[in-house]
């Protein structure tokens, strides 16, 4: 066999290998972002994302460094997860976000994003570390 030959064969048999590691990696999550809240007042809004449903992970939103205006401090904030359309957006399901992790579960593909439609006590809502998976 020539060199050219061999060169040839050998480029083959490592791109074979690297495709077939490629085809056994484990999927991760498809996206995620870090951001905080600032003052935030029921109707604040999160930027919005693009979910192309290319995993089997669940869109969710975690809390830490909760606080608020009031005496009482911070109890709990409802989210509402909204998917981005023409005309009215579709809600998605609201959660109750203890300053922890609150999930919708795997959703299609979309924009989406969410928005704070309550909070126990206060009225300006401030939260230091805000993750978002999708």
């Known amino acids: 066999m020539s060199l050219t030959n061999r060169t040839t064969v050998r480029g083959a048999l490592v791109g074979a290998a690297l ?14 972002f870090n951001s905080y809240i600032g003052g935030w ?6 930027r919005r994302w693009d979910d192309r449903n290319s995993d ?16 009482s401090g911070f109890s ?6 909204y998917k ?3 005309g009215p957006d579709e809600s998605q399901g609201t ?16 924009k989406y994003y969410f ?3 309550g909070l126990k006590y206060g009225q300006y809502l401030t939260v230091q570390d805000v993750y978002t998976q999708y």
């Not at 007042?41 to 999160?46: I, M, N, R």
């Not at 959660?95 to 979309?110: E, F, H, I, L």
């Open 19 to 32: 495709l077939g590691l490629v085809a056994t990696t484990p999927a991760y999550a498809e996206g995620s």
């Open 41 to 46: 007042q029921v109707g604040g809004e999160s």
């Open 56 to 71: 089997d992970v669940a869109t969710l939103v975690g809390f830490g460094g909760c606080s608020t205006d009031s005496g």
């Open 76 to 81: 709990s904030a409802s989210l509402t997860l």
């Open 84 to 86: 981005d359309v023409f």
């Open 95 to 110: 959660r109750t976000n203890t300053c922890n992790y609150v999930s919708w579960g795997d959703k299609a593909t979309a």
């Open 115 to 117: 928005k704070l439609t």
